[in-house]
Protein backbone atom coordinates (compact mmCIF):
# COMPACT_ATOMS: atom_id res chain seq x y z
CA UNK A 1 0.00 0.00 0.00
CA UNK A 2 1.74 3.43 -0.99
CA UNK A 3 -0.98 4.97 0.70
CA UNK A 4 -0.50 7.79 3.86
CA UNK A 5 -0.22 5.42 6.68
CA UNK A 6 -1.09 6.61 10.07
CA UNK A 7 -0.98 4.38 13.64
CA UNK A 8 -2.39 3.55 15.61
CA UNK A 9 -6.24 3.81 14.06
CA UNK A 10 -7.46 4.14 17.55
CA UNK A 11 -6.30 5.65 20.58
CA UNK A 12 -7.66 5.44 24.32
CA UNK A 13 -6.51 7.17 26.55
CA UNK A 14 -7.25 8.64 30.17
CA UNK A 15 -7.08 12.45 31.22
CA UNK A 16 -3.55 14.08 32.01
CA UNK A 17 -1.61 11.22 29.95
CA UNK A 18 0.03 11.29 26.79
CA UNK A 19 -0.97 10.70 22.95
CA UNK A 20 1.38 10.02 20.09
CA UNK A 21 0.25 10.03 16.61
CA UNK A 22 2.03 8.65 14.02
CA UNK A 23 2.15 9.12 10.13
CA UNK A 24 4.15 8.00 7.17
CA UNK A 25 3.86 9.91 4.05
CA UNK A 26 3.19 8.62 0.45
CA UNK A 27 6.69 7.59 -1.16
CA UNK A 28 8.15 10.72 -2.62
CA UNK A 29 6.16 12.84 -0.87
CA UNK A 30 8.24 14.96 1.46
CA UNK A 31 5.56 17.62 3.23
CA UNK A 32 3.30 16.63 5.16
CA UNK A 33 -0.06 17.93 7.06
CA UNK A 34 -1.86 17.59 10.38
CA UNK A 35 -5.87 18.06 10.35
CA UNK A 36 -7.67 17.67 13.22
CA UNK A 37 -12.14 16.77 12.37
CA UNK A 38 -14.97 17.05 14.84
CA UNK A 39 -17.81 14.81 14.75
CA UNK A 40 -20.29 16.49 11.99
CA UNK A 41 -17.39 19.02 10.97
CA UNK A 42 -15.05 19.20 8.35
CA UNK A 43 -11.46 19.26 8.93
CA UNK A 44 -9.60 22.24 10.67
CA UNK A 45 -5.59 22.59 9.28
CA UNK A 46 -2.87 22.71 12.44
CA UNK A 47 -0.04 22.15 10.97
CA UNK A 48 2.82 21.64 7.70
CA UNK A 49 6.18 20.07 8.25
CA UNK A 50 8.48 19.14 5.72
CA UNK A 51 11.52 16.89 6.88
CA UNK A 52 12.78 18.30 10.01
CA UNK A 53 10.77 21.60 9.63
CA UNK A 54 7.50 23.13 10.89
CA UNK A 55 6.98 25.35 8.34
CA UNK A 56 3.58 26.81 9.82
CA UNK A 57 1.83 25.50 13.25
CA UNK A 58 -0.94 28.27 12.90
CA UNK A 59 -3.52 25.90 13.74
CA UNK A 60 -1.85 24.47 16.01
CA UNK A 61 -3.07 24.88 20.07
CA UNK A 62 -0.70 27.21 22.12
CA UNK A 63 -0.49 24.68 24.72
CA UNK A 64 -0.15 20.74 24.65
CA UNK A 65 0.41 20.04 21.36
CA UNK A 66 3.91 19.71 19.33
CA UNK A 67 4.49 18.20 15.86
CA UNK A 68 7.71 16.73 14.07
CA UNK A 69 8.67 15.54 11.33
CA UNK A 70 12.32 14.14 11.64
CA UNK A 71 14.72 12.74 9.18
CA UNK A 72 14.49 9.26 9.44
CA UNK A 73 11.30 8.15 10.44
CA UNK A 74 7.37 9.36 10.64
CA UNK A 75 5.38 12.73 11.22
CA UNK A 76 4.90 12.56 15.15
CA UNK A 77 1.83 14.54 16.61
CA UNK A 78 2.16 14.48 20.51
CA UNK A 79 -0.52 15.66 22.28
CA UNK A 80 0.57 16.12 26.40
CA UNK A 81 -1.84 15.99 29.78
CA UNK A 82 -4.89 15.19 27.16
CA UNK A 83 -8.28 16.34 28.04
CA UNK A 84 -11.84 15.71 26.92
CA UNK A 85 -11.83 18.30 24.71
CA UNK A 86 -8.96 16.79 22.43
CA UNK A 87 -11.12 13.75 21.29
CA UNK A 88 -11.13 13.57 17.58
CA UNK A 89 -10.20 12.47 14.38
CA UNK A 90 -6.72 13.34 13.53
CA UNK A 91 -5.83 12.86 10.09
CA UNK A 92 -2.20 13.45 8.21
CA UNK A 93 -2.22 14.31 4.88
CA UNK A 94 1.18 14.67 2.52
CA UNK A 95 2.02 15.93 -0.67
CA UNK A 96 4.98 16.38 -3.41
CA UNK A 97 7.19 19.44 -3.27
CA UNK A 98 4.77 21.62 -5.25
CA UNK A 99 1.96 21.04 -2.64
CA UNK A 100 -0.84 19.48 -4.24
CA UNK A 101 -3.16 17.82 -4.03
CA UNK A 102 -2.83 16.50 -0.65
CA UNK A 103 -3.51 12.72 -0.07
CA UNK A 104 -5.08 11.67 3.47
CA UNK A 105 -4.31 9.03 5.58
CA UNK A 106 -7.32 7.18 7.60
CA UNK A 107 -6.86 9.15 10.62
CA UNK A 108 -6.46 8.10 14.35
CA UNK A 109 -9.72 8.24 16.45
CA UNK A 110 -8.57 8.97 19.83
CA UNK A 111 -10.95 9.10 22.53
CA UNK A 112 -10.12 10.47 26.20
CA UNK A 113 -11.54 8.78 29.05
CA UNK B 1 -12.78 35.59 5.00
CA UNK B 2 -11.19 32.20 5.34
CA UNK B 3 -14.47 30.57 5.06
CA UNK B 4 -15.48 28.35 2.51
CA UNK B 5 -19.25 27.70 2.49
CA UNK B 6 -20.96 24.66 1.76
CA UNK B 7 -24.09 23.61 1.52
CA UNK B 8 -26.74 21.61 1.85
CA UNK B 9 -25.80 20.08 4.95
CA UNK B 10 -27.62 16.70 3.54
CA UNK B 11 -29.04 15.19 0.45
CA UNK B 12 -30.88 12.03 -0.75
CA UNK B 13 -31.16 11.16 -4.46
CA UNK B 14 -32.52 8.70 -6.17
CA UNK B 15 -30.52 6.02 -7.94
CA UNK B 16 -29.85 7.28 -11.39
CA UNK B 17 -30.35 11.12 -10.64
CA UNK B 18 -28.03 14.09 -10.20
CA UNK B 19 -26.46 14.84 -6.90
CA UNK B 20 -25.35 18.56 -6.67
CA UNK B 21 -23.28 20.31 -3.59
CA UNK B 22 -22.36 23.88 -3.54
CA UNK B 23 -19.93 25.58 -2.33
CA UNK B 24 -19.44 29.58 -2.17
CA UNK B 25 -16.11 31.49 -0.65
CA UNK B 26 -14.82 35.18 0.25
CA UNK B 27 -11.22 34.92 -0.08
CA UNK B 28 -10.05 36.20 -3.71
CA UNK B 29 -7.01 35.23 -3.32
CA UNK B 30 -7.94 30.96 -3.51
CA UNK B 31 -6.51 29.30 -6.60
CA UNK B 32 -7.14 25.74 -5.92
CA UNK B 33 -10.59 23.78 -5.20
CA UNK B 34 -10.34 20.03 -4.69
CA UNK B 35 -12.99 17.83 -3.59
CA UNK B 36 -13.37 14.66 -1.53
CA UNK B 37 -15.13 12.04 -0.47
CA UNK B 38 -15.61 10.07 2.74
CA UNK B 39 -16.46 7.13 4.20
CA UNK B 40 -17.29 6.74 7.77
CA UNK B 41 -14.03 5.53 9.39
CA UNK B 42 -12.04 6.16 6.09
CA UNK B 43 -9.88 9.19 5.74
CA UNK B 44 -10.73 11.92 2.62
CA UNK B 45 -10.14 10.36 -1.21
CA UNK B 46 -9.65 13.08 -3.43
CA UNK B 47 -12.47 13.21 -6.45
CA UNK B 48 -11.74 16.20 -8.19
CA UNK B 49 -9.88 19.70 -8.34
CA UNK B 50 -10.21 22.68 -10.45
CA UNK B 51 -8.42 26.03 -10.85
CA UNK B 52 -9.88 28.95 -11.61
CA UNK B 53 -8.60 29.72 -15.02
CA UNK B 54 -11.21 27.11 -16.17
CA UNK B 55 -15.08 27.25 -15.23
CA UNK B 56 -15.78 23.50 -15.77
CA UNK B 57 -13.57 20.60 -15.03
CA UNK B 58 -15.19 16.97 -15.52
CA UNK B 59 -13.97 13.35 -14.73
CA UNK B 60 -15.71 10.42 -15.33
CA UNK B 61 -19.39 11.00 -13.48
CA UNK B 62 -17.92 13.71 -11.24
CA UNK B 63 -18.07 17.50 -12.61
CA UNK B 64 -17.12 20.59 -11.10
CA UNK B 65 -18.34 23.87 -12.41
CA UNK B 66 -16.65 27.00 -11.22
CA UNK B 67 -18.04 30.61 -10.90
CA UNK B 68 -15.27 32.92 -10.63
CA UNK B 69 -17.69 36.27 -10.77
CA UNK B 70 -20.00 34.43 -8.11
CA UNK B 71 -16.93 32.89 -5.92
CA UNK B 72 -19.00 29.86 -6.25
CA UNK B 73 -18.13 26.21 -7.02
CA UNK B 74 -19.78 23.09 -6.95
CA UNK B 75 -20.01 19.61 -7.85
CA UNK B 76 -22.39 17.30 -9.77
CA UNK B 77 -22.40 13.68 -9.26
CA UNK B 78 -24.35 12.62 -12.36
CA UNK B 79 -26.16 8.89 -12.55
CA UNK B 80 -25.85 9.07 -9.13
CA UNK B 81 -25.22 5.28 -7.44
CA UNK B 82 -26.08 4.09 -3.89
CA UNK B 83 -22.07 3.25 -3.82
CA UNK B 84 -21.92 7.04 -3.85
CA UNK B 85 -23.53 7.26 -0.20
CA UNK B 86 -20.54 9.29 1.55
CA UNK B 87 -20.05 12.67 2.56
CA UNK B 88 -18.08 14.92 0.68
CA UNK B 89 -16.13 18.29 1.47
CA UNK B 90 -15.29 20.91 -1.24
CA UNK B 91 -11.57 22.67 -0.39
CA UNK B 92 -9.86 25.78 -0.94
CA UNK B 93 -6.56 27.13 -0.62
CA UNK B 94 -4.46 30.02 -1.79
CA UNK B 95 -1.21 28.92 -3.63
CA UNK B 96 0.00 27.18 -0.48
CA UNK B 97 -0.77 24.62 1.57
CA UNK B 98 -3.32 25.47 4.11
CA UNK B 99 -6.64 23.74 2.68
CA UNK B 100 -9.71 25.35 4.15
CA UNK B 101 -12.63 22.48 4.04
CA UNK B 102 -16.35 23.29 3.84
CA UNK B 103 -18.52 21.48 6.63
CA UNK B 104 -19.54 18.64 4.34
CA UNK B 105 -22.44 17.12 2.43
CA UNK B 106 -23.69 13.96 3.79
CA UNK B 107 -25.11 12.39 0.45
CA UNK B 108 -27.41 9.25 0.15
CA UNK B 109 -28.55 7.70 -3.02
CA UNK B 110 -31.46 5.42 -2.76
CA UNK B 111 -31.63 2.14 -4.64
Known amino acids: NAGVMQNPRHLVRRRGQEARLRCSPM?????VYWYRQLPEEGLKFMVYLQKENIIDESGMPKERFSAEFPKEGPSILRIQQVVRGDSAAYFC???????????FGDGTRLSIL | QQQVKQSPQSLIVQKGGISIINCAYE??????FPWYQQFPGKGPALLIA?????SEKKEGRFTISFNKSAKQFSLHIMDSQPGDSATYFCAASSGTYKYIFGTGTRLKVLA
Open chain 2, 27 to 32: NTAFDY
Open chain 2, 50 to 54: IRPDV
Open chain 1, 93 to 103: ASSPPDNQPQH
Open chain 1, 27 to 31: KGHSH
